[in-house]
């Protein structure tokens, strides 16, 4: 009997650790951990990988951009999910004089909503709820921030993705028109046995440096 239960607590903590691994949850930032150190250089930027293991990256030198992705994989092989994070660089064609990023900010923020929803109009069960916007200071750099939450899906198979749009106007914006756009989609099959976790994206956005 006891062999049994001893037998039993191997197989849960095995599939607890499996459950940690696929959904990234309770991973250090990058500080707390060691050899860690992949950087990205996108020529007038720099950004660091997302923690955790598995991401694949995609670059895009012409545009200046560049995509982490990672499946969320339960321990049969079954994918529950992915995380993409892309971070671009953004550029305003205009010769007025730009003042105010915040109202920037606003106008790109409403017109992601509207695009979004436009572009998954037919998709079935498609919703955007949960829309939230804040202001928040990382390394002395202030990011505009909206959250929201994206449903789709038959009854039989329906998702649920958390996302998180961050924009970062640099002190020269007014002049250089460019500004950076971040963005992290964690989506999951709906009831299964993982967390969508948007927060992923902070420490991607304390690695962000412009380059001199």
Request: overall charge negative; aromatic content about 14%.
């Amino acid at each position: 009997m006891k062999l049994i239960k001893f037998i039993l607590n191997l197989l849960l903590m095995a599939i607890t650790m499996s459950l940690i691994s696929s959904c990234g949850a309770g991973l250090p930032d990058w500080e707390e951990q060691t050899g860690k150190t992949r950087l990205v250089d996108m020529g007038s930027y720099k950004i660091r990988y997302p923690v955790g293991d598995d991401w694949s990256c995609k670059k895009d030198n012409y545009h200046k951009s560049v995509q982490f992705t990672r499946e969320k994989v339960w321990w049969s092989g079954v994918v529950l999910g992915e995380t993409s994070v892309i971070v671009f660089e953004n550029e305003i064609k205009t010769d007025s004089n730009i003042t105010d990023d915040k109202l920037f900010a606003d106008e790109y923020m409403k017109t992601e909503i509207k695009v979004l929803k436009e572009e998954n109009a037919g998709k079935s069960g498609f919703e955007v709820d949960d829309i939230a916007r804040f202001d928040t200071l990382i390394n002395s750099k202030k990011f505009y921030c909206m959250t929201y939450t994206t449903d789709w899906g038959s009854f039989l198979e329906p998702m649920t993705m958390e996302s998180i749009l961050a924009l970062y106007y640099p002190p020269n914006f007014s002049t250089s028109h460019i500004f950076y756009t971040f963005l992290i989609d964690d989506s999951k099959k709906s009831g299964s046995f993982t967390e969508n976790d948007a927060g992923q994206l902070y420490p991607v956005l304390k690695s962000f440096k412009i380059k001199k």
